[in-house]
């Protein structure tokens, strides 16, 4: 989901270098796509689940929370996402 949300920013600013961020929402807002809070809420939702440099314990929080139905909902959401933002690239 990253790649794809700096591949926009790339397509929609002249610098050749999306910003240093992991915060999906924060680099979409440096673009010209408006997307609705539902898929905004999830791509924030999203962003925890990046975890380089979070504290082994966070890991073990979302490790937890990670059962086979929560991860099933949130791929099948972010292939969703994923088609719709893939649109904002053609």
Do not use: S
Request: proline fraction near 3%.
């Amino acid at each position: 989901m990253e790649k794809i949300v700096k591949a926009i920013w790339v397509k929609n600013n002249k610098e050749d270098y999306p910003p240093r961020l992991h915060n999906l929402v924060r680099i979409l807002e440096q673009t010209t796509v408006k997307l609705n809070d539902d898929v905004l809420i999830f791509l924030n939702d999203l962003n925890r689940f990046q975890l380089e440099g979070r504290y082994p314990d966070y890991r073990g929080i979302i490790y937890k929370e990670c059962n086979f139905e929560f991860t099933k909902k949130i791929l099948e959401k972010a292939n969703e996402v994923k088609i719709c933002l893939l649109k904002h690239l053609q």
